[in-house]
């Protein structure tokens, strides 16, 4: 018998990174919302690396921000050391990088969420679904509660059917010993979800008093540290370095020597693991002629003595793990704190979604995070984000959100999910992205702000700082674009001194500008402001006039993408209807079901000829 325990517009179930942004996403946006997780002292839990950021999934964090999420206001409240990356490379792969302290990342989001006017955050495993004619109406907990809600968000993460497994110690379990969630994973599959068996592993974690941090190399964070949040005012300045060693030829060996018990190559894990985020037994095997890999000593927290050893994920027993740790300079001595392990979980095939993140067999339930097949916090998080905005949008009557993949990487990451699904844990990289120039860590803001206002996520008062900001580039780039500058001697010693080519004639300020070797400080020098602008205002106005004619390149190439994205397929389309189209891609429209032309050509396995024919079929408007 269950009871009912109340009703809500919007159930977020689990409080990993993706739930925590999607009901902070519904209950800001005003939908009556209610969290269920399994620990509420775990919100945002970090089961594996202490960090946010990085290529492309940094750009990720300011998009979040950007659209009004949390992710990068609670990591800037809450790292241990920041560090921008690729600084000496071009702006579309410049990433913000920070190390998180775990323990204090979970205290900052739990106290957001409880202040969150219209969220109720309560602990509860939930084990099945109430769905009434095909729609689903709620949850049922394992404590028999009925909740009642019109749109539910699965976010469970790892937690699926999830088994942990370290040499041949296998065990039921959710990541870090908590419990796994075996009710729900079937109850899905009765409704006939179709899931798959991925995999991903972890490190050891060693007592920082046993490391020997003389034999490695010290990584401190930046002087001046940038931030992820668009509202971010104050730095953190007591950093922590990290340390980095390397692995040699012993330990490859210790690792050769035991090859057959790694739970990897045992047979004893089923599921697909992420290529991109190898085990060390992987990449030894793999990259054999590598006489070493680097091995990141990340320190957990400020108040803890837990390292994470970055780049040893492994699903070795114990004692080879111990024999591993001990070849590696600076870790000779080193004691296990807590032993790395791989998990095998279920995840949802992501092509049974619609682009809202919402379930095609399911109106009302939304599934977002790692339950998508992806692997990453912070391509949870941005997962997370957009569910939510949907599942309150449905909520409330208001129209659905999706971001194409000129907008942002959260847009190239679910249309990559819902379009082409795939075959191993999903990680967002800067080659996905095909118009990468123009979804940089810099314009995330310029990107997004202005949608998560109209969404209702950003306040009254950014928005204004923000519209502001874009007055301010946009008057720079236009008085630049008037100023002229004459060969003057003043001119040509800045010109001199930048290694460039002494000026003949007079040029405009943007012309001069755009010269590689040139920077705004250099203009500004010779041709100030009016008023002093800020850093961020100067670096957008150096990056929009430099990059100009490849950024306008690419904005024609999005033109072009979005003519085919607006010739949208009608809903009621009847595949078999149209001849000509090969059996394969007649089978991949059907289950895919593509709203646009655009996307049914980015389905894998449909070519070009298949793509015109649906093409002319839609323009005769049949
Ligand atoms: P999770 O963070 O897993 O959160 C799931 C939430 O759901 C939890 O709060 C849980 O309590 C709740 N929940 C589960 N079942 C129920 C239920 N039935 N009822 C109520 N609540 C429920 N990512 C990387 O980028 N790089 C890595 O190297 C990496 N390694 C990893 C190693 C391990 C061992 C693990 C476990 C994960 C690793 N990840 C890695 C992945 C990363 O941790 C996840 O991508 C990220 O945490 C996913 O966020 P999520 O919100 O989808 O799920």
Request: glycine share 8%; net charge negative.
């Amino acid at each position: 018998m269950t009871y009912d325990a109340g009703h809500y517009d919007v159930i977020v179930i689990g409080g990993g990174h993706a739930g925590c942004e999607a009901a902070y996403a519904a209950a800001h946006r005003g939908a009556k919302t209610l969290m269920l997780t399994l620990n509420l002292d775990m919100l945002a839990f970090m089961p594996c690396n202490p960090s946010i950021g990085g290529p492309a999934k940094g750009v990720v964090v300011r998009e979040i921000d950007a659209l009004g999420g949390l992710m990068g206001k609670v990591i800037d409240k809450t790292y241990i050391q920041m560090r921008m990356l690729n600084t000496g490379k071009g702006p579309a792969v410049r990433a913000l990088r920070a190390q998180a302290d775990k323990p204090l990342y979970i205290q900052e989001m739990k106290s957001i969420l409880e202040n969150e006017r219209n969220l109720t955050l309560r602990q509860a495993m939930v084990e099945r679904l109430i769905v009434e004619d095909g729609v689903c109406k709620g949850v049922i907990t394992e404590t028999k509660a009925a909740y009642y809600a019109d749109s539910v968000v699965i976010t469970t993460g790892t937690f699926m059917r999830g088994r942990v497994i370290i040499g041949d110690l296998s065990y039921e379990s959710g990541p870090n010993n908590q419990r796994a969630s075996v009710k729900l994973s079937e109850h899905l599959e009765e409704l006939g979800f179709e899931l798959v068996r991925f995999k991903t592993g972890t490190p050891p974690r060693v007592n920082s008093h046993t490391i020997d941090y003389s034999k490695t190399e010290i990584q401190p964070g930046d002087d001046n540290p940038r931030h992820f949040s668009y509202e971010t005012t104050e730095a953190i300045l007591d950093q922590i370095p990290c340390w980095l060693t390397y692995t040699n030829e012993f330990t490859h060996k210790v690792i050769d020597e035991n090859l057959n018990l790694s739970a990897m190559y045992s047979g004893m894990i089923k599921g697909t693991g992420p290529r991109y985020c190898p085990s060390i037994e992987d990449k030894v095997v793999r990259f054999n002629d590598k006489p070493r890999h680097q091995i990141f000593l990340e320190p957990e927290g400020r108040n803890t003595e837990e390292i994470y050893v970055q780049g040893l994920s492994t699903s070795m027993p114990e004692y080879v793990q111990r024999e591993m740790l001990r070849t590696i300079p600076g870790l000779e001595n080193s004691e296990i704190m807590r032993a790395g392990y791989a998990i095998e979980y279920d995840s949802v095939v992501p092509t049974q979604l619609w682009p809202t993140l919402e379930l095609k067999a399911i109106p009302g339930l939304f599934t977002a995070g790692q339950i998508n097949g992806t692997s990453g916090y912070e391509e949870a998080a941005g997962q997370g984000l957009m569910a939510g905005i949907n599942a309150a949008s449905r909520a409330m009557g208001r129209e659905s959100f999706i971001l194409d993949r000129s907008q942002a990487y959260i847009g190239v990451m679910i249309d990559d999910l819902v379009t082409k699904g795939t075959n191993e844990p999903y990680r967002l990289l800067t080659s996905r992205a095909e118009y990468r120039l123009l979804l940089r860590h810099d314009n995330a803001d310029i990107r997004l702000t202005e949608i998560g206002y109209n969404i209702g996520m950003i306040s009254e008062e950014r928005y204004k700082l923000f519209a502001e900001k874009k007055l301010l580039i946009e008057k720079e780039q236009e008085r630049l674009a008037d100023v002229m500058l004459k060969p003057t001697e003043e001119v040509q010693k800045v010109i001199e001194n930048s290694g460039g080519t002494a000026l003949k004639e007079a040029i405009r300020a943007l012309e001069l500008l755009k010269r590689p070797e040139i920077k705004y400080e250099m203009i500004e020098q010779l041709t100030p402001a009016e008023q002093e602008l800020p850093w961020d205002v100067k670096e957008q106005v150096e990056i929009q006039i430099k990059y100009q004619g490849y950024i306008a390149k690419s904005n024609q190439q999005v033109e072009r993408m979005l003519k085919m994205e607006n010739k949208i397929i009608p809903e009621n389309i009847d595949y078999d209807d149209i001849s000509g189209i090969a059996t394969e891609a007649k089978e991949k429209f059907k289950k895919v079901r593509p709203l646009s032309v655009g996307q049914a050509s980015r389905i894998s396995g449909v070519n070009p000829s298949d793509v015109s024919i649906l093409l002319v079929y839609i323009e005769q408007g049949r």
